[in-house]
């Protein structure tokens, strides 16, 4: 599986840690929602064990990814709502039996994105399990303008509400799914550091 490299003990407490078990627990009721990036991770589980009941979503919707800046996209002030994914996501789990495992597989932000979809509707976190895939970049969330800049992989970006250059923290905000933006050339306007790769 291409799940997201992680640090055993991340230095920042809020940055999440995910633990994905080698085989998924014993239910009746398998609910996979997943991007397209976490096709194989899927196919890897399945085939490691036979379920009784399993539904599969599968969210076609890119993120509006930018990570220079360049292509500014529409400022938005929330976590990504699926306009066309939400209803279905909505209807498939009121479909759900008592038991049911949400399985999510994808970039960071998507995850905590169904992740708080699925506990605004009645789901615990014991019912959740998080599969992050690597290579899809951070969600940054620019403290200035509140905006999101996705699939964000170097450090500073530009926020492409705002244009500011941001300093990607690794403060991580599970209601939002994203980890924090500041500028990075606040006291001093202009002197921007050379980007660095994000891990």
């Known amino acids: 599986m291409k799940t997201l490299e992680q640090p055993t003990a991340p230095s920042i407490k809020s940055r999440p840690i995910y ?10 009721d398998y609910l996979f929602v997943i991007e397209p990036c976490g096709r194989e991770t899927l196919s890897e589980l399945l085939r490691e064990q036979a379920h009784e009941r399993v ?45 049911c495992r949400l399985v999510v597989i994808g970039s960071e932000a998507f995850l905590w994105d169904v992740r708080g979809f699925a506990v605004a509707h009645g789901l615990v976190d014991e019912e959740i399990l998080l599969y992050p895939m690597a290579g899809q970049g951070r969600r940054v969330f620019c403290a200035h303008c509140r905006t999101f800049t996705e699939g964000v992989h170097v450090s500073p970006v530009a926020c492409t509400g705002c244009g500011c250059y941001l300093e990607v923290r690794d403060h991580f905000s599970r209601r939002l799914g994203a980890y924090m933006g500041v500028r990075v050339d606040a006291e001093e306007p202009g002197a921007v550091p050379q980007q660095e790769e994000l891990n």
Do not use: C, M, Y
């Not at 633990?19 to 009746?28: E, I, K, T, V, Y």
């Not at 599968?58 to 930018?66: D, R, T, V």
């Open 19 to 28: 633990q994905w078990p080698d085989r998924l627990p014993d239910a009746g």
């Open 55 to 99: 539904r599969i979503l599968l969210h076609h919707e890119g993120n509006e990814a930018s990570s220079t800046g360049a292509d500014l996209g529409p400022r938005r002030t929330e976590p990504a709502i699926w306009k066309r994914f939400e209803p279905k996501l909505l209807e498939t789990l009121k479909e759900s039996t008592v038991g």
